[in-house]
């Protein structure tokens, strides 16, 4: 515990967006513990940025350089060295924020981040199996010893340091519509397939065929998402499409040189 008239450590909270003014509000009122609320926009075309300033959250507006050094760029931003990472889809839960204010008291013992279970809402419910459930994120940590990393669209948090693991959850509500989600999916594929093929991954026929049917199985037996009904089993299948989608983009760019997107 932090002696007698030490200062708490101060929490900035870092959020990117785009086009997100029907759920940024939510997402910052949840964070309202925190001492500040950066948002970096990249040109919404609604009225996300006026949304975020009219609750107090300070807004940068900047071109798209891709999902890790957005975010990157938004935590060297902040004015304090604890960062709490949100999308702007995301959701701080009581237990979360409980849990958090309990080790800021304690003035953040020990480790240098701390990672949280997510639970996604989907098509009318609450997801709690398969790859999805758990899905634990580090999004609490010290800066000066983590930075944004992983390679686009997929970024982590990556800490030179020990890690804990919370309880509290970050209710995540990742899809407006199905539409959104299929949209998403191609194009977060494209620049997948893009970035393998810059690290030099190679395509083969075979992933396209082995590849979808190991993530299904993985989702939909192993991560027991049939316990969530037809959900389950829309979600096993779209997990499996999108590695297979990801592979041909990848196959077609390498053999003919056509573009993915």
């Known amino acids: 515990m932090i002696g007698k008239g030490t200062e708490l ?17 939510e997402c910052i009122e949840s964070l309202d513990f925190c001492d500040e609320v950066v948002v970096v926009d990249s040109h919404s075309e609604d009225k996300t940025r006026d949304v975020a300033a009219s609750c107090g959250a300070r807004v940068i507006e900047r071109d798209w350089p891709g999902h890790v050094a957005q975010k ?6 902040a004015e304090n060295e604890w960062i709490l990472s949100l999308d702007a889809d995301e959701r701080i839960s009581d237990e979360l924020r409980a849990e958090i204010l309990s ?11 701390w990672r949280m279970p997510r639970l996604s809402f989907y098509m009318g419910r609450w997801v709690k199996h398969g790859t999805w459930s758990p899905d634990y994120n580090l999004r609490l940590f010290d800066r000066r010893r983590g930075h944004w990393g992983g390679y686009d669209p997929h970024d982590k948090v990556e800490i030179d340091g020990p890690m804990g693991t919370l309880k509290g959850r970050i209710l995540h509500y990742p899809y407006r519509t199905l539409a959104e989600h299929l949209s998403t999916m191609d194009k977060y594929t494209t620049i997948r397939a893009a970035g393998m093929d ?6 083969h026929i075979l992933n396209l065929i082995v590849n979808p049917w190991i993530r299904f199985i993985k989702y939909y037996f192993f991560k027991r998402g049939f316990l969530d009904g037809w959900h389950g089993l829309v979600m096993a299948y779209l997990a499996s499409q999108y590695v297979r989608t990801k592979y041909i983009k990848l196959l077609v760019k390498q053999r003919v040189g056509e573009k993915t997107n």
């Open 9 to 25: 450590p101060k929490i900035s909270a870092c959020i990117i967006s785009f086009n997100e003014e029907d759920r940024i509000q």
């Open 198 to 203: 810059a690290r030099g991954k190679k395509a």
């Open 72 to 77: 990157e760029f938004a935590i060297r931003q």
């Open 103 to 113: 080790l800021r008291a304690a003035g953040f013992p020990k480790m240098v981040g």
